[in-house]
């Protein structure tokens, strides 16, 4: 009972768009796309925009998309946890507006990623086979994932609300919201520069996510300020 009247008071937005979520991740589940490259990862996820996989409104897409189980728990979580307030604080057309937004400029940002990590390659001259392998490496490099929309969120969240006590595992106390969002967007710095090997996360796209939200939520409080707390 607890559970269903949990259900039942999550805002209309987030709860449409976790159900969307996990219908996707059930249907890359049945045509193989969830860990390696596969007919519907070429078609959604986000790839580099000399793929010849890429197209426009994977830009869209991909933040639909993940990449595990354990991905789509963690993304989801958060954007139930954070997006529900801020829904509430915002009402649904606005925060779908917001939440939008975020992902899009993530995606741009990973764009952003892709043009830095293979600027070698992309300058070079290559041949025939050579551009047959680099077409492989740019299909299997492609992005997916809500992380970048929700890393807004958490933005939106933390200047909205920066004095609320958060519990981040595992620190054993709380953390104020202003201070832990900006740990976990420093963390998110750190990762894109340092760029160590089998990371694959996709840290610039978070840092794009989150800086949108921060700007966002910015310019909506100074031209309305009687939304914010």
Same mark, same amino acid.
């Given at each position: 009972?607890?559970?269903?009247?949990?259900?039942?008071?999550?805002?209309?937005?987030?709860?449409?768009?976790?159900?969307?979520?996990?219908?996707?991740?059930?249907?890359?589940?049945? @045509?193989?796309?969830?860990?390696?490259?596969?007919?519907?990862?070429?078609?959604?996820?986000?790839?580099?925009? !000399?793929?010849?996989?890429? !197209?426009?409104?994977?830009?869209?897409?991909? =933040?639909?998309?993940?990449?595990?189980?354990?991905?789509?728990?963690?993304? =989801?979580? *958060?954007?139930?946890? @954070? *997006?529900?307030? =801020?829904? !509430?604080?915002? *009402?649904?057309?606005? @925060?779908?507006t917001f939440y939008l937004i975020c992902g899009l400029v993530a995606g741009f940002s990973q764009m952003g990623s892709y043009v830095y990590d293979f600027w070698n390659i992309d300058h070079a001259v290559l041949s025939p086979e050579d551009m047959e392998r680099y077409a492989e490496i740019m299909r299997l490099n492609a992005t997916v994932g809500a992380s970048g929309a929700i890393m807004g969120i958490l933005a939106a969240y933390g200047y909205t609300f920066p004095n609320t006590q958060l519990f981040i595992f595992p620190i054993p106390f709380p953390i104020k919201s202003k201070w832990a969002i900006m740990g976990i967007i420093a963390l998110d710095i750190f990762g894109g520069i340092t760029n160590t090997a089998n990371d694959n996360v996709a840290h610039f796209a978070h840092v794009g996510g989150a800086l949108a939200g921060f700007l966002l939520v910015l310019y909506w409080n100074k031209t309305n300020k009687s939304n914010f707390y």
């Open positions: 009972m607890e559970f269903r009247n949990t259900f039942r008071s999550t805002p209309t937005i987030v709860l449409n768009l976790i159900i969307i979520n996990v219908l996707v991740f059930l249907a890359q589940g049945v @045509f193989g796309g969830l860990n390696n490259a596969s007919p519907v990862t070429d078609l959604f996820a986000l790839h580099h925009y !000399k793929s010849p996989d890429f !197209k426009p409104y994977q830009l869209v897409t991909h =933040m639909f998309m993940h990449g595990g189980l354990t991905h789509l728990l963690f993304n =989801m979580i *958060g954007l139930w946890m @954070f *997006g529900s307030t =801020m829904e !509430k604080v915002w *009402g649904h057309q606005r @925060f779908l």
